[in-house]
């Protein structure tokens, strides 16, 4: 699974590290311009996927979030933050990171934005050690759930 970040601890403006959401927002940025480049390359070349289909299109994204989830739940660091987060939240989830990948806008055309998803997490306290934990699951659940490498 594709995950970008700069090197360094990304900072808001009260100096905080953004965690966890601010490196998706990353991940978003990088994809947007990588999605605008595979369309560009897609008028020269038949039939390039996006991302979202070489993975296996939504299924594949909400077993992801199916398999990750049931890991945070089981991990102590990060079960504590998400112990009382309702199966909609995993599906929301699953709606973003598809969306990023090249999927469908169901995340940000009915469920939110990033600003809203960012204001909801601000309260959480999330750490580096947050954020790590949460990545290093998610890339553990992509591995389990045998998603192709890169096209």
Not at 41 to 55: C, F, K, R
Not at 76 to 89: I, K, Y
Not at 110 to 137: A, D, N, P, Y
Request: proline share 6%; glycine share 6%; charged share 20%.
């Amino acid at each position: 699974m594709l995950i970008v970040r700069p090197p360094g601890p990304l900072k808001r403006q009260n100096n905080v590290g953004c965690g966890i959401h601010c490196s998706l927002f990353i991940v978003h940025c990088s994809l947007l311009v990588f999605k605008e480049n595979l369309k560009l390359h897609a008028n020269n070349m038949n039939q390039i996927p996006t991302l979202y289909e070489w993975a296996g299109g939504m299924p594949a994204f909400e077993k992801l979030t199916d398999v990750f989830y049931k890991k945070v739940l089981k991990d102590e660091l990060l079960a504590p933050v998400f112990q009382h987060m309702s199966q909609q939240h995993q599906l929301h989830v699953a709606h973003f990171i598809a969306e990023v990948f090249g999927g469908p806008e169901t995340y940000s055309s009915s469920e939110g934005s990033h600003f809203q998803m960012i204001q909801k997490h601000l309260s959480k306290h999330l750490t580096e050690q947050h954020r790590k934990r949460w990545v290093s699951l998610l890339i553990e659940a992509a591995d389990e759930i045998n998603l192709p490498d890169d096209p």
